[in-house]
C-alpha cells in the first residue's frame, strides 16, 4: 500500500492538468497526483484509492451522480461563478493567481479535515429553495419553457416567470445554463432527463 494520499486530477485539458498538477505537488508535496484527461481512464485506475478527486464541471456535469456519490471527495474546478454554491459540492476558482489557488487549496484541506467530512455521506445543504422553485428548477432543466413550466404544475405563467426570476436572484445566476448546471450539481435533475 502507498504510504502517500493520492489525488486525481480529471480534466479534459491536458495544459489545465499539468498546471493544476504543478500546483498542487507545491502545496501537497507528500502527495501523488496522478492527471487522467477521461473519466473512463479515472474510472479504470481504482477511483476508491484517491483521497481527493479535481474534476472540471463539465466533467462533473457528464457524471454527476458518480461525483455526487464521492461528493466528499470531489472539488470541482470551477470559473468563479456562484452556479455551484449551495450544492454542498467543493468548488476551486481556477481563475485566480498562484498563491490564491493555493490559499483556496489550504481552505479545502483545513475542511476537509473536520470530523463531518471524516464519512462519505452527503453533506447536509442549507433549504435555499422553496420545494415550488425545486419543481420549477428541475422542469427548467429538463428544458420546458415557462408555458409549459405553468401547465405541469397547474400554475399562472406569470407564477412560474416569478418563480425563475426568485431562483436566479437566489443563486446568483444569470442564465438558464447556469441553472441547469446548478439542477444537476445539486442533484433536482440528471444527464438522463435531459
Not at 494520499?5 to 507528500?30: D, F, H, M, Q, W
Not at 496522478?34 to 478527486?53: I, Y
Not at 456562484?82 to 475542511?111: F, K, W
Not at 400554475?155 to 441553472?179: Q, W
Amino acid at each position: 500500500m502507498n504510504p502517500h494520499p493520492a489525488i486525481a486530477v480529471v480534466v479534459s485539458n491536458t495544459l489545465a492538468g499539468i498546471g493544476l498538477r504543478s500546483i498542487l505537488e507545491k502545496a501537497a508535496p507528500t502527495a501523488d497526483i496522478e492527471l487522467f484527461a477521461s473519466f473512463r481512464e479515472f474510472e479504470a485506475a481504482d477511483p476508491e484509492r484517491f483521497f481527493h478527486f479535481f474534476v472540471s464541471v463539465q466533467l462533473f456535469v457528464a457524471h454527476a451522480p458518480f461525483f455526487r456519490a464521492y461528493r466528499h471527495k470531489t472539488i470541482i474546478l470551477s470559473s468563479g461563478d456562484p452556479r455551484l454554491a449551495g450544492t454542498g459540492m467543493h468548488c476551486l476558482d481556477v481563475h485566480g493567481n498562484e498563491e490564491q489557488i493555493v490559499a483556496a487549496l489550504l481552505r479545502l484541506q483545513h475542511s476537509a479535515h473536520r470530523p463531518e467530512h471524516a464519512r462519505p455521506a452527503a453533506v447536509p445543504v442549507p433549504q435555499l429553495l422553496s420545494e415550488r422553485e425545486i419543481e420549477v428548477l428541475t422542469l427548467i432543466a429538463e428544458g420546458l419553457m415557462n408555458k409549459q413550466i405553468a401547465q405541469r404544475l397547474d400554475i399562472g405563467l406569470t407564477t412560474v416567470i416569478s418563480h425563475r426570476r426568485n431562483l436566479m436572484e437566489k443563486l446568483g445566476i444569470r442564465s438558464v445554463a447556469g441553472l441547469v448546471v446548478y439542477a444537476l450539481a445539486a442533484g433536482y435533475a440528471s444527464m438522463d432527463t435531459l
